[in-house]
């Protein structure tokens, strides 16, 4: 599985951004994570095959929406805040069970990143 992500910018606060992940190949689970300067990768928003599963951290509960169709994960994120500036990556696993679908080792496919960035 190939996946790659795109979207990412420069956004000031408040604003809106749509993430896309490309994925060839068959996954199950798909996620996004994020990794901020100088901190650990951690979780977004999650969804499984036919949406009949979603997931969302609380801190982007209400502003972010995943979604997919047969190839793509998306990730739209609106009401942007500064703390929401990081790279984000897209995620795929065949095996991610519905009580690790947070967690970053459950993935064992990941995109290159893209940069998302938030002004004041």
């Known amino acids: 599985v190939q996946l790659q992500a795109s979207g990412g910018g420069l956004v000031q606060t408040g604003g809106s951004l749509r993430l896309s992940c490309a994925a060839s190949g068959g996954t199950v689970t798909m996620g996004w994570f994020r990794q901020g300067p100088g901190k650990e990768r951690e979780f977004v928003a999650a969804?499984?095959?036919?949406?009949?599963k979603i997931l969302y951290a609380d801190s982007v509960k209400g502003r972010f929406t995943i979604s997919r169709d047969n190839t793509n994960v998306y990730l739209q994120m609106n009401s942007l805040k500064v703390e929401d500036t990081a790279v984000y990556f897209c995620a795929a696993g065949s095996q991610v069970t519905l009580g690790y679908m947070r967690s970053v080792s459950a993935y064992a496919f990941w995109g290159q990143g893209t940069q998302v960035t938030v002004s004041s």
């Open positions: 969804i499984r095959w036919g949406g009949a």
